[in-house]
Every structure is written in structure tokens, then in C-alpha cells.
């Protein structure tokens, strides 16, 4: 029997479409410009989201893009409303991990469901907002209560000024108050409140709760602001502990695979509404195997500085409109340095184990034949 | 005998043969104490699809840049690097780390090898040609536009010289027959392309057909060579021109060394918290006898022209006529008695703890600048019109005013954080202060109207702990440092520098933990 090549539907692909092409360009994902979003000088960009979100929002910054941001108290007198730890995004929401937080969030901004967050005092005898208990801390449920009020008018200003919103999903993993339904950026009971099995429960997101949620959060962005466009990304930080059965890496791979599919779900919409929503692939930058060693810190769970470079090289290049397409650079470092091992060969024929080593064997192929 | 010291560049030109022109060719510019040398990286046959292909750069670029230390043999950029081997080794030399000029002369091999593929009814197909070279030039500047973002270069792309105006010449080396005018034609079409798409991109563009090109395209009889090169003496006239466009674009001149130097003063990776609200408001931070003393001892005031550029600092252009910045601004100096009282007030003060919160660390006055802006009613252009000013990562501006400024006076105004849309003038006493990002919000000095307006305006670096929290004022026209971790420093500078430079060799290696 012969083997037939020429036909493969994949020969004439770009690089890209082959996971060895890309692993020989340095990390690149060999991204093009968005063709729903792009970003200008006259852009105002908001954003939220999970801890990799502040990093996004520094590269806006750093970029000559306009980033919003806002003190975001009631007084600024920190008798009265003080600041627990430093403002990282475009107000003081804190880390919005999930997209029940974000769908709750802007019903209470659009007046559609008004639930007030459950209010619980600290160890220094101050009150926390357990929507946001590591932000501020206040002197009083009523400063609490105003501030509060005032924060969500302001998510509203902004996202009416805003003309870009970012959002980093970050978690499935969550805990509810059972009498509100409110969810809680991190379990009761672990640096707030008390945890009482009788209030509180465990949620694990299904693909089909946070396609919802995110859909009904897009819809009532849009509500607020048509005009705005919105970066879904999807956060690569693992999960510092999780509360399922299994392992913290299983539940980690768990979460992320239903929010990836929850995001795909979502831009699969092909209606007008979803026309300026975009995916961002921040994660499988960051995780992409040919670099993901130097992607991650030592600990394994913070991104290096070269992993955050990479992302926001790859960020400038699909979303900052501007000039003429760039691409990502690398060098073939076996030209200098010998001690770098070659790559294998490639096989000469079919290999009867992995079926999808053909796709790569067929690529080749027709290569030489060019 | 004389001998004069003078302050050396190297210009690395990258490209086919017709770089080789460069070779051995230096410039001076004696009023400006500065020389230039040219310095080669020939590669046969060099194409502008052969510089990237699929992602990678040309070995023989890449063993250049490596050779000459621009970039590490990881591919990354010299000044990035974390080797305190490396750093130390570079650093000994004296000279800090400084944006490296490449010209790159591509481009003349394809254009000749297109004219050879081209069918008869192609020859006239103008849609045909300008749609090939369209594809061609986008990708030769997309490519070395990523260069320069990947490895910090100061990048130049040089004009393809012009075919020869012989025909018989022509044929005999390309063995193809070409119409003089019809070449010509060509050749300046994709000149012209090339001109435009380097506009696009931001990136340098050295003409030389204005004298080259003869009024056919061809090449000028004055520098006909050998048919296909032209005489080698041009170069000497598009180095001047490069060294031009360098030292007329450096107002915001800086290396990637401001990336691991803010790595190592911002620890918390989060943006400062002057960053986040952009301007703070006005306090006034010195008294009628203190606005007294630093009025007098402003000095040297003229138009913002820089008359002694130097390769470690940023500047202004050193040319009055400039179009960019009009006469109306002047910078001056600030005596010894200013600075030490700038010192007291602004760094071992309350306002110095102010500033150390807001920008999330110690810092060092590296540049303090009077500014006088005087009345007009024309619109505001250069620094008096909107603009963010590209500062590195670490580098935040401050704001004096030493008369009582008013509204339309010519106060600081910008555009705030939160998006909304009316711009806000700062107007203050004199000895009001203010501290800015100015990479965070859209800002301008605003026109004064009636009165002339005095200020010192400050260059503020964020810095570690290791480092010394001085007052320097360098010459006119000087912004700031190129390197942060090693810059010259003048003799205006409190406390007066024992060596007049800014070098801490800790810093280049840092010490370990003690296990």
C-alpha cells in the first residue's frame, strides 16, 4: 500500500495551523488584527476582571491608550472609607472572578435586581462589603451602604464613557449566600466573615450557567453603552485551592476548559449584538508548550514578566490600530550556538500510533514536493 | 600636535551590496562635538523576503546584531538582559546603554529581478506593478518596524538607488532590455511606495533620489559607478541625513534599560498611584522668600533649541528652525542656590513624602527646567498643544509655578482620568505644585494670553533604594536620560556629583540574599 499526500487538506495552510510551525516562532501565535476591535488614541478603555486583568490595564497605560480610572469613594477619608489595598483597576470592584459576580454586578448597575451585599465587621472593628471586602473597610454600614451606591453609579458613568470593556474570566469555582444568591469573590471565612454551612454553599459553574451569565452580562453592557466593544480573556492564572473532590491542577484545567467553551458559546452568536465582542487568547499564550516554562514564575502560578511581554506584544498586534502589521520576531538559534539540540527529523512515514502525526507527515510532504 | 576628544556614534547599516558604499565612511559634526562611523553588515543578495522569513530572522542579520551586542544570542534585546556578566562587561566601557541607529539598503536586487519576470503586456500594467510592490514594501517595512519594537533600534530604511541611465549598460547586466524611461518609472514608483508605507509605520525613511535620479528616474550621471551601484561618495550625504533625522527625533529618546530598571523600582507590578490619577491637585509647596530665591536663581533662558546634544540624554532639536516648536517657549537653568533649595523643599520635605507615595518609591529630581512661555493669541503648537509624552517606564514630570498663574495664563491643562470630556486648567499661586503622569493623560501648557508665565517644570525617575535622591538641571534643550542606570551628569546638581555620572554598580549586580 502507498501512501497519498497531495491531497491533504491541510498542505496549504499557513504555518500557523501546524502546532511545530509555531512552536519554531518563539511563542508567537502568529495573531492578526482584530477584525471586530481595535484600539486608538480616542479609545476609552475599562476593565475588570480576575488578577490578570490588572496587567492588561498596565499595558494599556503604558501605551498611550486612554485607561479610566477613578478613585471611587464616597470620602476619601480614610476614617471614614479606607483603602485596604491598592486600586488595580478602572474603579474599586475588586477581582470579579466569575461571571455570576460580573452578571450580578451590572443588574444592580441597570436596577434590575437590587440586592445589597451582605455587610460583616472585621477584626479592627470595621465593616466589609463581602462583594468587595478586601478593597475598602468602613467606619459604618451607613458610609458602606453610600459608598456602595455611589460605586455602582459609577460602573455606570463609565461604561456610558467607556468605548472598550475589558473582561477576564478567572474562576467557576464559587461560593453563594443561600438567602440572596449573591456571590462572593472568595469563601466566607477565609480572611472575612464566618463560614456557616447553614448560609453558604459551594457552586461549581456548568458550561451551560456561565454561557448564560455572560451572555446576559454582554447584553446589559450593551444596554448601557451600544456603541461599546467588548475583549473577553480568559484569565491563565491557576486556581490557588479548589473544593471539589479532585486535585487543584484537575480543577484548575476543569474551569478554564468551561469558561473557554462558555466564551466560544457566546461568540458563536451571530447576531448583531455580539458583532463588537471578541475573544483575546491570553491563556493559550501563556500556555502554549513551547514556552510556558518561561511563562510562569517559579511558583508556577504568577506569570513572569516575559509571559505578561509576550501577552501584550500579541495584544498590541491584534487590538492597536496604527501603522502598518508588525510581525513577532524570532531567531533560529541553532545558527549560533551549538549547544542547542536540533530537532529530530521528520518521520519518513505514517505513523501507526498517532493518526494526527499524518496531518504533519502530509505537511512535510508537500513541502519537499514544492 | 592637537588632539581633540570628541563623542563617537556607530551608524549599522544592514543590507545587499549597495550598503558596501558605507564602508570605512565616517562624518563629524565639530560644533557639536559628535563623529559618526558607519559600521557594515554586507549580505549577499539580501532581499526584502529574505530578512524574516516565516518569523525568523535572517542568520546573517541575526549574527550581526549578536556580534555587535544589540541583541543576545536569545534573541532578545541587549539592554533586557538580566546577565549581571553581560551588564558588568557592557558597563565597563564607560558608556551607557543607547538606542542603537540601523539603516537598512534592501530592495534594489528585487526590483531588477522583477523587471526580469515581467511579460511583455506587463511591462505598461501600472495596477499590476504598484499591486506587487504594495505586497512586497508591506512586508519589507512591517518587518523591520517589528524590529525595531522587538529590539529597540532606532531604525532607518534607505531609498533604492536608481538604475543605471545606460541602456546598453542595463542590458549587459541584466541581460534584459528595459526602456530607460520606463525603468525609471518603475524604480520611483516603488520609491515612492517605500516612502509611504515607512510614513505609515512611523519608521525612518533616508531619501537620496533627489539627487541620485536624474529627471527620467535614472540614475544621475554625477554618480553613475558601475551600472548597477552608484558611486560610493553618496553615502557620505545620506549618513548626514540620517544623523539629522537621529538628532531631530530624540525629544523622547530612551532604551529598554527603563524596563528592568522599573522592575527593579516597582516591585508590586501594579501601575503607581500618580499613574492612576493622573495629575494631583495644586499645593503650594514654597513661600514668598523661597519664590524669590528660585526666581533668582533662574538663569540662561533662550528658545528651546539644544546646543549641546549629547548620546546619553534625550534632547530637543539642536535648530532654531525647527518647525515644531515655535518662539514662545524659552528654557533656562537653575543656579546652585535654587537647586539645594528645590532639595530642601521638594525632596526632604512633606512634599517629598508625597511624592514617594504617589509614585511608590524614592525618587531623583534627574532634570528641572524653567520654562518661560510668553503671551500670544495664536493656537498652542508643540508642547502648547494636547500630547502624552512618551516617557519611559519610572520617568514622571512635576510642575512649579514661580508666578501667580490665572486662567488662560498659561496653566498646566489636561484631560482627566475618569473620561470626562472637559479639559481642566490648573491655576495656583505662584509656588503652587503639582505632580503628573504624563504618559496617563492627554496635556498641554496652555497658551498664555497677557502675561508671561515662569515655571520649573521637572523630570522625576523613580528609584531604588540604592540610588541617590539628587537635584540636577542639565543644559538647555536636555530632557532626559537614555539609560537610567548610567547617564552624565553636569555640574548643576545637589548634592554636587564627586564623579559627573550617575552609576551605581549595584544595581547592575545585584547582591543575592544572604542564605
Given at each position: ?262 466564551i466560544s458559546n457566546v461568540l458563536s452568536d451571530s447576531s448583531d449584538t455580539m458583532a463588537s465582542v471578541t475573544y483575546f487568547p491570553s491563556y493559550e499564550i501563556i500556555m502554549n508548550p513551547y514556552c510556558i516554562k518561561e511563562n510562569f514564575a517559579a511558583d508556577m502560578r504568577t506569570i513572569s514578566e ?65 | ?340 533649595l528645590l532639595h530642601e523643599v521638594l525632596v526632604t520635605g512633606s512634599i517629598g513624602d508625597s511624592i514617594r507615595s504617589l509614585i511608590g518609591s524614592k525618587f531623583a529630581i534627574i532634570n528641572v527646567r524653567p520654562v518661560e512661555s510668553t503671551p500670544h493669541d495664536g493656537d498652542g503648537v508643540g508642547q ?132
Amino acid at each position: 500500500m502507498t501512501s497519498s499526500y497531495h491531497t491533504c487538506p491541510y498542505n496549504d495552510l499557513p504555518d500557523r495551523a501546524f502546532f511545530k510551525k509555531v512552536g519554531e516562532r518563539n511563542g508567537d501565535l502568529s495573531i492578526v488584527p482584530d477584525e471586530r476591535v481595535s484600539l486608538g488614541p480616542d479609545d476609552k478603555v475599562v476593565s475588570a476582571g480576575s488578577c490578570f486583568a490588572a496587567r492588561i490595564a498596565n499595558f494599556i497605560r503604558s501605551s498611550g491608550l486612554t485607561y479610566l480610572f477613578d478613585d471611587d469613594r464616597v470620602v476619601s477619608d480614610n476614617d471614614l472609607v479606607r483603602e485596604e489595598s491598592d486600586a488595580i483597576f478602572s474603579l474599586r470592584y475588586g477581582n470579579i472572578y466569575t461571571t455570576r459576580h460580573l452578571l450580578q454586578l451590572l443588574q444592580r448597575v441597570v436596577g434590575e435586581e437590587i440586592i445589597e451585599p451582605p455587610v460583616v465587621v472585621d477584626g479592627a472593628g470595621r465593616y466589609r462589603n463581602l462583594s468587595r471586602p478586601s478593597v475598602l473597610s468602613y467606619d459604618s454600614v451607613e458610609t458602606l451602604r453610600s459608598d456602595d451606591t455611589a460605586h455602582i453609579e459609577n460602573i455606570k458613568t463609565f461604561i456610558e464613557r467607556a468605548t472598550v470593556f475589558t473582561f477576564t474570566l478567572g474562576l467557576t469555582e464559587q461560593w453563594i449566600d443561600k438567602e440572596s444568591g449573591i456571590t462572593f469573590p472568595s469563601a466566607p471565612g477565609c480572611g472575612f466573615g464566618e463560614y456557616d454551612e447553614s448560609k453558604h454553599v459551594f457552586h461549581n459553574s456548568t458550561v451551560e450557567e456561565v454561557t448564560a451569565e455572560l451572555r446576559e452580562s454582554i447584553d446589559l453592557l450593551q444596554r448601557i453603552n451600544p456603541e461599546l466593544s467588548i475583549i473577553l480573556t480568559l484569565s491563565p492564572v491557576p486556581l490557588v485551592a479548589t473544593y471539589t473532590s479532585v486535585s487543584a491542577v484537575e480543577a484548575t484545567f476543569y474551569s478554564k476548559s468551561i469558561l473557554r467553551q462558555a466564551i466560544s458559546n457566546v461568540l458563536s452568536d451571530s447576531s448583531d449584538t455580539m458583532a463588537s465582542v471578541t475573544y483575546f487568547p491570553s491563556y493559550e499564550i501563556i500556555m502554549n508548550p513551547y514556552c510556558i516554562k518561561e511563562n510562569f514564575a517559579a511558583d508556577m502560578r504568577t506569570i513572569s514578566e516575559m509571559g505578561v511581554d509576550r501577552v501584550m506584544d500579541h495584544f498590541r498586534r491584534r487590538f492597536v490600530r496604527g501603522g502598518i502589521d508588525e510581525p513577532a520576531i524570532s531567531i533560529d538559534f541553532a545558527v549560533d550556538s551549538p549547544l542547542v539540540e536540533q530537532e529530530p527529523g521528520p518521520p519518513s512515514g505514517v505513523d501507526p500510533v498517532c493518526e494526527e502525526e499524518n496531518i504533519w507527515n502530509a505537511y512535510l510532504n508537500k513541502k519537499e514536493a514544492d | 600636535m592637537n588632539i581633540h576628544t570628541v563623542s563617537p556614534k556607530t551608524i549599522h547599516v544592514i543590507g545587499d551590496s549597495h550598503a558596501l558604499a558605507f564602508k570605512h565612511k565616517s562624518i563629524s559634526l565639530p560644533d557639536l562635538g559628535m563623529i559618526f562611523s558607519a559600521n557594515v553588515s554586507y549580505i549577499r543578495g539580501l532581499q526584502p523576503d529574505t530578512i524574516l522569513p516565516n518569523g525568523k530572522l535572517n542568520s546573517g542579520i541575526a549574527q550581526f546584531l549578536i556580534n555587535e551586542g544589540l541583541i543576545s544570542s536569545d534573541g532578545r534585546p541587549a539592554a533586557l538582559t538580566n546577565d549581571p556578566a553581560i551588564l558588568s562587561e557592557h558597563y565597563a566601557t564607560g558608556e551607557c546603554f543607547q538606542t542603537e541607529l540601523v539603516v537598512f539598503n534592501v530592495g534594489e536586487i528585487y526590483v531588477r529581478k522583477y523587471l526580469g519576470t515581467l511579460s511583455a503586456d506587463d511591462l505598461s500594467n501600472d495596477d499590476k506593478i504598484e499591486s506587487d510592490f504594495r505586497s512586497v514594501i508591506e512586508t519589507y517595512v512591517g518587518n523591520i518596524s517589528g524590529m525595531r519594537r522587538a529590539f529597540g533600534l532606532r531604525v532607518c530604511i534607505h531609498e533604492l538607488t536608481p538604475p543605471t541611465a545606460d541602456d546598453e549598460v542595463f542590458k549587459s547586466v541584466n541581460k534584459i532590455a528595459f526602456p530607460r524611461k520606463r525603468r525609471g518609472e518603475v524604480y520611483k514608483l516603488f520609491n515612492a511606495l517605500l516612502a509611504q508605507y515607512t510614513a505609515k509605520a512611523g519608521v525612518n525613511f533616508c531619501h537620496s533620489n533627489d539627487y541620485l535620479a536624474d529627471e527620467t528616474g535614472c540614475l544621475n550621471a554625477d554618480y553613475e559607478f558601475d551600472g548597477v551601484h552608484a558611486d560610493p561618495k553618496y553615502s557620505l550625504i545620506s549618513m548626514a541625513r540620517v544623523v539629522k533625522i537621529w538628532l531631530y527625533s530624540r525629544t523622547s529618546d530612551s532604551t529598554l534599560r527603563y524596563n528592568t530598571w522599573n522592575a527593579l523600582v516597582n516591585k508590586s507590578k501594579l501601575p503607581a498611584k500618580i499613574s492612576q490619577i493622573g495629575v494631583t491637585e495644586p499645593v503650594l509647596a514654597v513661600d514668598d522668600a523661597q519664590i524669590k530665591r528660585l526666581r533668582n536663581a533662574v538663569r540662561d533662558l533662550d528658545y528651546f533649541i539644544c546646543t549641546r546634544p549629547n548620546h546619553d540624554w534625550g534632547h530637543a532639536p539642536p535648530d532654531k528652525d525647527f518647525p515644531k516648536f515655535k518662539d514662545v517657549i524659552k528654557y533656562g537653568s537653575i543656579g546652585p542656590d535654587g537647586l539645594e533649595l528645590l532639595h530642601e523643599v521638594l525632596v526632604t520635605g512633606s512634599i517629598g513624602d508625597s511624592i514617594r507615595s504617589l509614585i511608590g518609591s524614592k525618587f531623583a529630581i534627574i532634570n528641572v527646567r524653567p520654562v518661560e512661555s510668553t503671551p500670544h493669541d495664536g493656537d498652542g503648537v508643540g508642547q502648547q498643544a494636547f500630547h502624552r509624552d512618551n516617557c519611559p517606564p519610572s520617568i514622571f514630570r512635576g510642575l512649579l509655578y514661580l508666578v501667580d498663574v490665572e486662567g488662560n495664563e498659561g496653566g498646566f491643562e489636561y484631560k482627566p482620568v475618569d473620561g470626562s470630556d472637559d479639559p481642566v486648567q490648573v491655576v495656583g499661586k505662584a509656588g503652587s505644585w503639582i505632580l503628573f503622569d504624563a504618559n496617563a493623560v492627554d496635556h498641554r501648557a496652555s497658551p498664555p494670553r497677557t502675561k508671561t508665565r515662569l515655571a520649573l517644570d521637572f523630570i522625576i525617575l523613580a528609584i531604588p533604594d540604592e540610588a541617590d535622591e539628587i537635584v540636577h538641571c542639565a543644559d538647555r534643550g536636555i530632557i532626559w536620560p537614555v539609560d537610567p542606570y548610567m547617564f552624565s551628569l553636569g555640574d548643576l546638581c545637589y548634592p554636587p556629583s564627586k564623579t559627573g555620572k550617575w552609576f551605581f554598580p549595584s544595581l547592575i549586580s545585584p547582591k543575592k540574599d544572604a542564605p
